[in-house]
């Protein structure tokens, strides 16, 4: 049974950074993509950056220059490196993989809350 696991958030100051984590402890097809959404309250939920099994990341033009993607398949992890963090960031991340093959599957983790402010 596939599990995503985020962590990594908390409550960090506007100009600082943190690292988000999300572990996969299940068998995920290996041609995938893998993402990092994120819902603000009362907004809908938004693509903040995905990576494709090819190593290509796109990124939100609210986080170009500041949020870094990457996975380490070894470890089963995809992480979001997160700079210069502002209040507007504030929200609930979620992990999300896609298999991106005919008939794949999707799976989501159930979130890390990420609060930033002074």
């Known amino acids: 049974q596939v599990q995503l696991v985020e962590s990594g958030g908390g409550l960090v100051q506007p100009g600082s950074s943190l690292r988000l984590s999300c572990t996969n402890s299940g068998n995920i097809f290996s041609i995938n993509a893998k993402a990092w959404y994120r819902q603000a309250p009362g907004k809908q939920r938004e693509l903040v950056a995905s990576?494709?099994?090819?190593?290509?990341?796109n990124y939100a033009d609210s986080v170009k220059g500041r949020f870094t993607i990457s996975a380490d398949n070894a470890e089963n992890t995809v992480y979001l490196q997160m700079n210069l963090v502002k209040p507007e960031d504030t929200a609930v991340y979620y992990c999300?993989?896609?298999?991106?093959?005919?008939?794949?599957?999707?799976?989501w983790g159930k979130g890390t809350l990420v609060n930033v402010s002074s």
């Open positions: 999300n993989i896609r298999e991106t093959v005919p008939g794949g599957d999707e799976y």
């Open positions: 990576i494709s099994s090819g190593g290509i990341a």
